[in-house]
């Protein structure tokens, strides 16, 4: 199995900035994409951004220029770095890995963390 762990929440004021970790452990062979995605209430969970393997990045475009996504593959992390943040932006994010766990059929799956609170307050 595959566990996320997340850190790096908090409450800050609109404007300022944050980071969150995830970091992957278990059974691990490959792991491929890595991402967050983020739920505000009443809303449906969205992508903020996500890594390939290679490094290639992909943003979702309300956060294009004020977020940036990393990953070290050594610790098996990801990383976002949020910057000028909004009120808009308050919602629990969540890091989702694509994993391989076993070279054999089925072997593959995506797992997700737990969840970490951002709150921006105006």
């Known amino acids: 199995q595959v566990q996320l762990v997340e850190s790096g929440g908090g409450l800050v004021q609109s404007g300022g900035s944050l980071r969150l970790s995830c970091a992957a452990s278990?059974?691990?062979?490959?792991?491929?994409?890595m991402g967050w995605y983020r739920q505000a209430p009443g809303k449906q969970r969205e992508l903020v951004a996500d890594?390939?393997?290679?490094?290639?990045?992909n943003y979702s475009d309300f956060v294009k220029g004020r977020f940036t996504i990393s990953r070290d593959n050594a610790k098996n992390t990801v990383y976002l770095q949020m910057n000028s943040l909004k009120p808009e932006d308050t919602a629990v994010y969540y890091c989702?890995?694509?994993?391989?766990?076993?070279?054999?059929?089925?072997?593959?799956?995506?797992?997700w963390g737990q969840g970490t609170q951002v709150t921006v307050s105006s």
């Open positions: 278990g059974s691990i062979l490959i792991i491929y994409a």
């Open positions: 890594i390939t393997s290679g490094g290639s990045t």
């Open positions: 989702l890995a694509d994993v391989r766990t076993s070279i054999l059929p089925g072997g593959r799956s995506r797992y």
